[in-house]
């Protein structure tokens, strides 16, 4: 393997319509059975070109996978934890050519883009440097028994467009590095970053090991549904899981969701407001509100209430919104047309029910630009609340005592992550155990580690990434039991 890890030089200029972005199928760079045009949501206009799969290289690229797995799986783990490694130095020397893409096509600032690939990097470094060995669960005079993790064989990753080059790599590298082979789907409007990676794995993995391809929207179902298919890393919708759940029911695939938040903050009336609003304000709207675990509700105290409204609306106001690439720029645009839509929808509702306290305008055009807004006085089952709102739309809500409270954060479908704010962390801990998600932030939110598993409660999720139970996901067990009788 160490003759083929070189690491094309070819950089990709400022004009992206310059460069030609190709799939990887079994090793090779290959153009789609048709194009479709990339848009930069800052300005409205095509960027670039993207291939697109056709049915038949979908197939092909699950064949060349599914012949790669025959030596990949059979590869020293140290070997392909070597490749991995190398990934990631490659990564990282054109970490800044990665960053501006993510800009151009996803419209983040082109820190926050940076900061996407630098988390990339270190996520693939962490999967790199684990071993999945075997666990002794008994051995005595009658019989040892050892847990063995197997690879699956072929995992599709299905990508969606708000973190698209992390998400890929933080499914890539535990794949990779328990012995699978993958097609890797980025989202129809972020596929340039990944094609992309393309173009480097080509010189770092054998032929088949790792495949990508572009898609217009009709790739996802070829591939959940191809019986070759033996484990499907999904993130995305809650609608589109399901989806892939009863599409992987006939041949039993293996899947992990990641899926919708309704995330609450729980403000507890011993807070320091001014020291809290800054941490609501930044997991609030980060990333323009397009995050599974924002905040989406917070929650306060009724004595806090107002202080809190202030603090909050006046950090929102302060907010540069504009072109990713303009270094004062703090949140960019909406990725999409449909997302801008929706948010535009939120708006009215904000409008028609509630009392705005900062925000509530989209910006002229071009671009799909909405204010930071925040809203206050709406009931519960309001669809701001009731809802995942998946833009920089949130809400503040006022409550009595801490029952109440519990139970109005739990009282949803989803179950991904919640955070709890206090001058006290035990008092705060112990709140935080009783609401229903997969994480419990106490004095922080989105706080992501490659070691620590992350994955959704309730209709949130199924199963975890991250840490050894993330690598765990992509192995089957294989007991070996030895009689000593
Ligand atoms: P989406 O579910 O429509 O799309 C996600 C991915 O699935 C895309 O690559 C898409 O092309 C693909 N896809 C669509 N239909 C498919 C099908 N039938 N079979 C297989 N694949 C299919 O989501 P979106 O609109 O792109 O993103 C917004 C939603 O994603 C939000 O609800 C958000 O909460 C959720 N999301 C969750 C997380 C998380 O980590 N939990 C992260 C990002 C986004």
């Not at 030609?20 to 070109?49: C, K, W, Y």
């Not at 590095?177 to 990944?194: S, Y």
Request: hydrophobic share 40%; proline share 5%.
């Amino acid at each position: 393997m160490t003759a083929q890890m070189g690491v094309t030089d070819t950089v990709v200029g400022e004009d992206l319509h310059a460069h030609q972005f190709r799939m990887l199928i079994d090793g090779e760079l290959v153009t789609g059975a048709s194009d479709h045009d990339v848009i930069n949501p800052a300005t409205e206009d095509t960027i670039g070109s993207s291939p697109v799969a056709g049915t038949d290289q979908v197939v092909l690229a699950v064949s060349a996978a599914k012949r790669a797995f025959a030596h990949w799986s059979r590869t020293p783990v140290e070997d392909r934890a070597a490749a991995l490694q190398v990934l990631a130095d490659a990564v990282e020397s054109r970490a800044d050519e990665f960053a501006r893409i993510i800009t151009l096509e996803q419209g983040k600032p082109l820190a926050l883009a940076r900061g996407d690939v630098d988390s990339a990097v270190a996520f693939t470094r962490y999967f790199a440097g684990l071993r999945p060995e075997p666990e002794v669960v008994r051995d005595d005079e009658t019989a040892r028994i050892e847990i063995h993790r197997k690879p699956l064989g072929i995992v599709a990753a299905i990508l969606p467009w708000n973190f698209p080059f992390f998400q890929a790599m933080y499914k890539i590298a535990p794949a990779l590095l328990m012995g699978n082979t993958l097609v890797v789907k980025p989202a129809p409007t972020t596929p340039l970053n990944t094609m992309l990676l393309g173009e480097m794995v080509e010189e770092i993995l054998p032929p088949g090991v790792l495949n990508i391809v572009g898609d217009d929207g009709a790739v996802g179902p070829v591939l959940t549904s191809h019986p070759d298919i033996a484990k499907v890393s999904f993130t995305g919708s809650t609608a589109v899981g399901k989806a892939v759940m009863r599409s992987g029911a006939d041949t039993l695939k293996r899947i992990t969701l990641e899926l919708g938040g309704n995330d609450a903050a729980v403000v507890l009336d011993d807070a320091d407001v001014e020291k809290v609003a800054d941490g609501l304000y930044n997991w609030a709207y980060f990333n323009a509100g397009q995050v599974c675990i924002n905040i989406k509700r917070i929650f306060a105290p009724d004595s806090l209430y107002d202080a809190l409204c202030n603090a909050l609306a006046e950090r929102v106001r302060a907010t540069k919104v504009g072109n990713g690439l303009d270094p004062d720029t703090q949140m960019g645009p909406l990725q999409n047309a449909k997302q801008f839509e929706a948010a535009k929808a939120y708006l009215r509702t904000a409008k028609e029910t509630g009392r705005i306290l900062a925000g509530g305008n989209i910006l002229d055009g071009p671009g799909y630009f909405v204010e930071p807004t925040l809203v206050a006085d709406i009931e519960d089952d309001n669809p701001l609340i009731a809802e995942e709102t998946f833009g920089p739309v949130r809400t503040i809500l006022r409550y009595h005592t801490l029952d109440e409270v519990i139970a109005r954060v739990n009282d949803t479908h989803y179950g991904l992550g919640n955070s709890v704010w206090s001058s006290d962390t035990s008092r705060a801990a112990e709140v935080a155990n009783r609401l229903e998600s997969g994480t419990t932030w106490v004095n922080q939110h989105f706080a992501l580690s490659p070691d620590v598993p992350f994955g959704g409660r309730k209709q949130s999720g199924l199963g975890v990434e991250f840490g050894v139970d993330g690598l765990h996901a992509f192995s089957d067990t294989h007991v070996i039991n030895i009689s000593k009788v």
